[in-house]
Structures are given as C-alpha cells and as structure tokens.
C-alpha cells in the first residue's frame, strides 16, 4: 500500500488565552510521545521544553476528528500544525515531517516560508505549551485511503513576521 502524506502550517498572530481545563485527556502514552518528539527537536536548535496544555486539547481533538485537512478558524489565538498519512501516522512520526523541512530553512534570510512554517512552528522559542491529538480519518475525507490525521496547537503561536532571527535557531 503507498503511503500518502500531507501537511500543512498557518501563521497566526495572537496569544492564545485560557480556556476550561480538558474533558477528555489524551492517552499517557500518547501524550508523552508527542512531548518527547517536540521536546528532543527543540533542544535541538536551543528552545526550551514544551508544556502540555490541558486547555487547547479538547479544541484540537475535535478538529482532528473533524477529518478536514485545513486549518481551523482560530482567530490567531494559536499556532497549528497538520499531517495526516496512511496507513498509520504516530505523534513522533508527525513532528518528524515537520521537522524534516529543516533543510529548506534560510538562516542567512530568517523568515515565514510555507516550506518551512511546521519546521519554525516546532521550535520557536517564544512558544511554551503544544496540544496535540490524533484522528483515524475514513477514506475519501483527509486522504483518498483511510487515514491517521494529526493536529498539534502551540501557544503562543509562532511565526511571526520580523521574530524569526529570535525564534528559530540554529542547531546546537
């Protein structure tokens, strides 16, 4: 079976303010996998660690299970990163192919790209907190098979025009 893979970023300008506290948590394993998987690619070009945020996971869970493959209408309140693939898309996997737009990021001109947006949003070191949540997506909806749609909210958002040669620092 091909594998089919999509992503997409926004670029957002707001603070995202608090909202209740989550009704449905996110599995341990899952949730910790996605931290580690953000976590040990910031380190990696000098962000700090993320924070889970209890207040943007339900939001985002539900747009997963949505299962449209376009950004949500969050009034710049946070950043947002997609991907979905078939047959399977695991929370590393995910921030792994934002990652990999690295290789496409000019530091000698530090700015938003499209072909790089998922990259910066991952490690902009003014972002502190990332929800992350994952859908499995019928045929025909996010991809033309069955598939695994992740959605990851960041706060504050990153990508800002001007804030690059601040955020996004080379690797260590």
């Not at 950043?79 to 990999?100: F, I, K």
């Not at 790089?116 to 972002?127: A, D, E, I, L, N």
């Not at 001007?162 to 690797?171: L, M, S, T």
Request: with cysteine; net charge negative; glycine share 6%.
């Amino acid at each position: 079976m091909s594998s089919s893979i999509l992503s997409a970023v926004m670029t957002l300008a707001a603070v995202a303010a608090p909202v209740s506290p989550s009704a449905e948590a996110p599995a341990p394993e899952f949730k910790q996998e996605a931290l580690a998987a953000h976590n040990e690619a910031r380190a990696q070009y000098g962000a700090e660690a993320l924070t889970w945020n209890d207040s943007l996971y339900d939001d985002t869970l539900a747009w997963a299970r949505s299962c449209k493959f376009e950004h949500s209408d969050n009034g710049g309140r946070y950043g947002e990163n997609l991907a979905a693939q078939t047959p399977a898309l695991s929370a590393r996997d995910a921030v792994n192919m934002w990652m990999s737009e690295v290789k496409d990021y000019d530091y000698a001109n530090p700015g938003f790209s499209t072909a790089t947006g998922h990259f910066t949003q991952v490690v902009w070191k003014s972002t502190t907190q990332v929800a992350v949540a994952a859908a499995d997506c019928p045929a025909g909806t996010v991809l033309p098979e069955a598939s695994v749609f992740v959605v990851a909210r960041y706060t504050p958002p990153g990508n800002f025009t001007d804030q690059f040669a601040q955020n996004v620092g080379p690797r260590v």
